[in-house]
């Protein structure tokens, strides 16, 4: 099974800053990345696809990069509606098993 | 719009199966697979399994030995069964297109006597 490592745990983030996560794989998983963002009491959101493509609506604050097995998240200029938890997600092979990394919750310095 | 709803009991007792359903609207169920996940309390996301509309399964290695998803194309639905639940299987429970392009709104189940 194919281990993802999100860091930091949390990351404590001034309003109008930029947020940058990080997502590891325990082995390759090219481009079958996923990131998703999660508020309290709601379902995750996905934010980004193929490790850089936003998904239908996803403004272009939300950035994803990498390949391989190391993987980041940058959000820029953080509004209030930012401040969540943020999963990625690996779903490589065919057909997937997929796994969740731990998260990283974004909180309001 | 793609639509999921989940449905089924919010309280299951130990050792008994928890089943729920995944109603379907706005897509046929016949594309894609379809996913259960799941969230404990406080906790991050666990991935169960997947069923495709052939009947196809696949299942996380955590769960392979009590779950079976199953579907209804018929009713445009597919159901997950988990059996010999315990305290650790509280949870909410989503449902989700593929690995997770739309979700349901999720359904807390609570294991409990």
């Known amino acids: 099974e194919i281990v993802m490592t999100q860091s930091p745990a949390t990351l404590s983030v001034s309003p109008g800053e930029r947020a940058t996560l990080s997502c590891r794989a325990s082995?390759?998983?090219?481009?079958?990345l996923a990131w998703y963002q999660q508020k309290p009491g709601q379902a995750p959101r996905l934010l980004i696809f193929?490790?850089?493509t936003r998904a239908t609506g996803i403004p272009a604050k939300f950035s994803g990069s990498g390949s391989g097995t190391e993987f980041t998240l940058t959000i820029s200029s953080l509004q209030s509606e930012d401040f969540a938890v943020y999963y990625c997600q690996q779903y490589d092979k065919w057909p997937p098993e997929i796994t969740f990394g731990g998260g990283t919750k974004v909180e309001i310095k | 719009q793609v639509q999921l709803q989940e449905s089924g009991p919010g309280l299951v007792k130990p050792s008994e199966t928890l089943s729920l359903t995944c109603t379907v609207s706005?897509?046929?169920?016949?594309?894609?697979?379809w996913s259960w996940i799941r969230q404990p309390p406080g906790k991050g996301l666990e991935w169960i399994g997947y069923?495709?509309?052939?009947?196809?399964?696949n299942y996380s290695p955590s769960f392979k030995s009590r779950v079976t998803i199953s579907v209804d194309t018929s009713k445009n639905q597919f159901s997950l069964n988990l059996t010999s639940v315990t305290a650790a299987d509280t949870a909410v429970y989503y449902c989700?297109?593929?690995?997770?392009?739309?979700w349901g709104q999720g359904t807390l189940v609570i294991v409990s006597s």
């Open positions: 082995q390759s998983v090219n481009i079958n």
């Open positions: 193929g490790a850089s």
């Open positions: 069923i495709f509309d052939t009947g196809s399964t």
């Open positions: 989700a297109r593929r690995a997770g392009d739309y």
């Open positions: 706005g897509d046929s169920i016949s594309t894609y697979y």
